[in-house]
């Protein structure tokens, strides 16, 4: 048991983009049937903001400013005064993640650009260190290297998809209007 909490804490993005997609499977469950194209795509990036944004930030930055020995050791890095910052950077995407839940077409993008800059750039980052320092720890070139590149990828995808669903495919039909 204490290794599979282990490998869930550790793996926490890809362990909270699991979450989110349950939480969207409920959310539709929730949801009078039959699911639109635009009710599923959005019940999938309204949660995949909250969990993968939200709450994945939010316990990186607790992770970095209260527990920063430890992360560093994860990361396979020395322990730094910068994870304090990287920390507060994750405590504002991870505000403006929880914002977006529910905000409009801009917020969501805004949400998901800063993020995919940060974890592209880290991504780059941990490239460097395999390369040049031979770092294959796992917070390094683990589960989090590859969340690091398909999360914001993931989470685009949903707000270009979620805006095409509001477009009407055939002459005469509306497609639900995007939150506002």
């Given at each position: 048991m204490e290794q599979a909490i282990r490998f869930l804490l550790s793996n926490f993005t890809l362990t909270l983009f699991c979450v989110g997609l349950v939480a969207s499977l409920v959310a539709l469950l929730r949801h009078p049937r039959p699911?639109?194209?635009?009710?599923?795509?959005?019940?999938?990036?309204?949660?995949?903001?909250?969990?993968?944004?939200?709450?994945?930030?939010?316990?990186?930055?607790?992770?970095?400013?209260?527990?920063?020995?430890?992360?560093?050791?994860?990361?396979?890095?020395?322990?730094?005064?910068?994870?304090?910052?990287?920390g507060f950077a994750s405590l504002g995407f991870s505000v403006v993640g929880f914002m977006a839940f529910k905000g409009g077409a801009g917020m969501r993008l805004a949400a998901l650009v800063g993020p995919a800059c940060f974890l592209w750039g880290a991504a780059a980052g941990h490239v460097?260190?395999?390369?040049?320092?031979?770092?294959?720890?796992?917070?390094n070139a683990g589960v989090i290297f590859y969340t690091d590149i398909l999360l914001p990828v993931f989470g685009l995808a949903l707000l270009w998809m979620?805006?095409?669903?509001?477009?009407?495919?055939?002459?005469?039909?509306?497609?639900p209007a995007f939150p506002r």
């Open positions: 699911w639109s194209r635009a009710t599923i795509i959005e019940a999938l990036l309204s949660w995949f903001l909250f969990f993968s944004l939200g709450v994945s930030f939010l316990y990186n930055f607790v992770m970095h400013v209260f527990f920063s020995e430890m992360a560093a050791a994860f990361i396979g890095w020395q322990t730094s005064p910068f994870q304090k910052e990287v460097v260190q395999m390369v040049e320092a031979h770092n294959y720890a796992p917070g979620r805006r095409q669903a509001e477009t009407p495919k055939e002459i005469g039909v509306q497609a």
